[in-house]
């Protein structure tokens, strides 16, 4: 967890800083839920076409027991239309 938070440190806006991190805390559970959620939130504010970012947020309200089923089936199911349309390799 430490080597991320240098690397928000150093690069605050790194979105796949943003998503290793809120994992983590996510497998820790209890508490660090609420901040792996507001991890995955900015991540998603900065791109909002991130498949991994609503994947995850989709695994934390599945787990979340206070969270409808029904936010988690959305996330999962933009994270697979992003990850369908996202191309194989960047454009040059």
């Known amino acids: 967890m ?3 938070r240098t690397a928000l440190d150093i690069e605050p ?4 800083s943003l998503i290793s991190a ?6 820790l559970g209890g ?3 609420s901040v792996s959620r507001s991890l995955l939130s900015e991540a998603l504010r900065l791109d909002r076409t991130n498949p991994s970012a ?10 979340d027991k206070g969270t409808s089923a ?3 089936a959305e996330c ?10 996202s191309p194989i390799g960047p454009f040059r």
């Open 76 to 85: 999962f199911e933009v994270a697979a239309l992003l990850e369908e349309s």
């Open 13 to 16: 806006n790194h979105v796949p």
């Open 31 to 33: 508490q660090s839920s």
């Open 2 to 4: 430490n080597s991320f």
């Open 54 to 63: 609503w994947y995850n947020l989709g695994l934390l309200y599945k787990a």
């Open 70 to 72: 029904l936010e988690a």
């Open 22 to 27: 809120a994992r983590v805390l996510g497998h």
